[in-house]
């Protein structure tokens, strides 16, 4: 399902997932290249490489078992311009299949993703004792 999503997305990327260990030790080993034949340890890819792969597998989880709710923490931090968007287009076909409630915690850089949202709520810490305030954030969009 991750490749798919890359092929769908024309992201030339491939992955591959295997299951590691016995019963009580189970982990997966992850890796990525822009073909098959060459498949890289996760460890050895940069970190826009790393999000992308992590949002695909999210986003494929959450078509095989819906969840109600999925909560993203900076996912897009590593990425640049161009592959924010290709993330927002890929979320944005999975909430159009599965309506869930989608929590971003985005820094500034990912201004497209808020793109996604029917309600923003904006919180930041100001003053010196740094108390929360809440807000309604205003987005820019590109023309």
Do not use: H, W
Not at 9 to 26: H, I, P, R, T, W
């Amino acid at each position: 399902m991750i490749n798919q999503k890359f092929e769908n997305a024309n992201v030339k990327s491939y992955c591959s997932l295997m299951l590691e260990g016995d019963f009580q030790n189970l982990g997966v080993v992850i890796k990525a290249a822009m073909s098959k034949e060459q498949l890289n340890s996760f460890s050895a890819l940069s970190g826009g490489q790393i999000s992308m792969i992590c949002i695909c597998l999210i986003l494929s989880l959450q078509e095989m078992n819906p969840t109600p709710l999925c909560m993203l923490d900076e996912a897009a931090m590593f990425l640049d311009e161009n592959n924010s968007e290709i993330v927002y287009k890929m979320i944005k076909t999975m909430l159009e299949q599965n309506p869930i409630q989608m929590l971003l915690f985005l820094p500034q850089s990912s201004n497209i993703l808020y793109l996604l949202a029917e309600k923003l709520i904006g919180i930041a810490r100001v003053g010196k004792n740094e108390i929360s305030t809440v807000f309604e954030p205003k987005i820019v969009k590109k023309e």
